[in-house]
């Protein structure tokens, strides 16, 4: 657009935004406001965002999951040792033997759908999508004809 246009364009609305005064809101509208506002302010202070909490409770919250993280950690790197739990474990790792061969077969395919359009060359993949962007069309208009005839006012 013309640069100039813009400008004056810009001055004339800032004139009347500034000829319309000052506007103030209706009194329930503030009454409202400060009330929720009064409302937030006096919320205890677990029903506050973690950063509005007291810093004792805050470093003593962080201190606990810090503690839960270590431990769970800790705990996880000596589940391997119990001879108990390899039944289990040979069971979990069967389940999750069963998704990699799940993972392995998408991937073998998609590779193998790549390989088919490299294959194919550029021609072909550009008439094959133009041929498809025309089908959409096409679909899209006879939905439209279809549509305006089935509710078209008689």
Known sequence: MNADYEKQLEAGIRR????????????EIARRVMRVI???????????????????????????LVAVFVL????????????TLTPAAHEVSG???????????V???????????????????IGGAILL???????LGLGTIYWRLAYARR
């Open 133 to 139: 962007l025309f089908c959409y069309a096409t679909c």
């Open 95 to 105: 389940w999750f033997s069963l998704a990699n061969a799940a993972w392995r077969a």
């Open 38 to 64: 009064g409302q937030r302010a006096a919320a205890p202070w677990y029903h506050r965002a973690w950063q509005a909490w007291p810093l004792g409770l805050q470093a003593g919250s962080l201190a606990g």
């Open 107 to 125: 991937t073998t395919l998609t590779n193998a759908v790549g390989l088919a359009f490299q294959s194919l060359g550029p021609t072909v993949l």
């Open 16 to 27: 009347e935004l500034e000829a319309l005064g000052e506007l103030e809101a209706p009194p």
């Open 72 to 83: 769970l950690c800790f705990g996880a790197a000596q589940l391997a040792r119990f001879a």
